[in-house]
């Protein structure tokens, strides 16, 4: 059995002004074209299709063209929801999907979390925000992690009698490497599930969430995360792209990492402010998006070199940074790292003298999600 594994797909992501739509089409054609040449019998999308909750008409019309195009080749799809997407526009577009043989799973559900093709049962579970892992009675005193372990137990239990077995989940497992664009606060420790809690009767775990291509460690069985079809922000800036092929046999699984070109590979530059000018001629005649860090020497010709670079670069500038000499690595440092939740932990530290406890630190989540609009 053939199947192509592919995630974070993030339709409607912008960059500064800038649409990557164009960059998510051409990897889309690029999964699209090798589906035409290897004709897998299955495509699992991991979540985050979208990257809004609720997507403009631009990105659902890609979305529902790729799925057409699957069902030209007669491929079955199943996709989950990852953090981005939301569960009831998902299960709003469910029953009209099916009529091209796209299912989807809106959100996790011990009723609704298997398909199957043949031998094969593929265990899915979206994105299990806190919401829908509400605890009861005992569970109460479980925390996020023994939650969805639980869950993905149940998931192995329901799939036990499958020749063959996928998990199919939204999820960041613990010891992952993550590159700071899924949203912070579900890549914490908090949110983060023992690879243990992975049954390893799965032939193989199609994961998403994580935008690093890998394969992760500490997982009983072989898992992978391909990460996002192309550079979504510049903290990918420089990595390789990638979705997985896999062939299942009797007793083993073969697993093929298919690179993907880039329509706009995304660099950092830093430039002193008198290198500026002599380097412009350069900047134009690469491809893709700049984020230009300027060290400033003269605050008074800056404002003029500025528009001047803006000018000849055009929309290819997605950003300036200015820094004084010496002063960026202290800023390299603070901005990415800005996580809420450790600087509500560390608030916490300083006025009460001792760890935030479990419950706050579950209430403060969950008003950040609501507060982002997860
Ligand atoms: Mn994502």
């Known amino acids: 059995m053939r199947i192509l594994h592919i995630a974070d797909l993030h339709a409607g992501k912008t960059l500064g002004r800038v649409s990557r739509n164009p960059d998510l089409a051409y990897a889309l054609e690029q999964v699209v074209s090798f589906a035409r040449e290897n004709s897998p019998d299955l495509v699992l999308i991991a979540g985050d299709v979208f990257d809004k909750a609720n997507p403009d008409n631009e990105s659902k019309e890609m979305i529902f063209d790729l799925f057409l195009r699957f069902r030209e080749l007669r491929t079955d799809v199943v996709v ?23 299912h989807i799973f809106d959100r996790p559900s011990k009723e609704n979390c298997i398909f199957e093709l043949g031998d094969l049962g593929i265990a899915c579970l979206p994105y299990p925000s806190e919401r829908v892992l509400t605890p009861a009675g005992e569970e109460a005193k479980k925390t996020y992690s023994e939650l969805v372990g639980m869950f993905l137990r149940f998931l192995a239990e329901k799939v036990k009698n499958f020749k063959f077995k996928i998990l199919l989940a939204h999820i960041f497992i613990a010891g992952s490497k993550f590159t700071r664009t899924e949203k912070e606060a579900t890549v914490t420790e908090y949110f983060a599930v023992h690879p243990s809690s992975v049954s390893h009767t799965f032939d193989y775990v199609a994961l998403g969430h994580v935008h690093r291509y890998q394969e ?42 298919v690179p993907l070109s880039l329509k706009n590979p995304l660099f950092v530059e830093r430039i002193k402010q008198s290198e500026v000018l002599k380097r412009i001629g350069e900047l134009k005649s690469r491809k893709g998006y700049v984020k230009l860090v300027v060290e400033v020497e003269n605050r008074l010709t800056l404002p003029d070199l ?35 939740l450790e600087i509500y932990r560390e608030y916490y530290r300083n006025t009460h003298g001792s760890e935030l406890p479990e419950d706050l630190e579950r209430a403060f989540v969950e008003l950040l999600k609501r507060a982002e609009g997860v």
């Open 216 to 257: 992760v460690k500490g997982v009983p069985t072989r898992a992978f995360y391909t990460g996002t079809l192309y550079q979504l922000d510049f903290s990918e800036a420089g990595e390789e792209k990638a979705f997985n092929f896999l062939l299942l046999e009797d007793g083993s699984v073969k697993v093929e990492k």
């Open 80 to 102: 989950i929801s990852g953090n981005h997407d939301s569960y009831d526009f998902m299960r709003s577009i469910r029953g009209l999907s099916k009529l091209a043989n796209v």
């Open 306 to 340: 500025l528009d001047r670079l803006r000018e000849e670069m055009g929309e290819r500038l997605i950003r300036i940074e200015q820094v004084s000499e010496g002063e960026y690595t202290a800023k390299k440092e603070e901005i990415p790292d800005f996580n809420p």
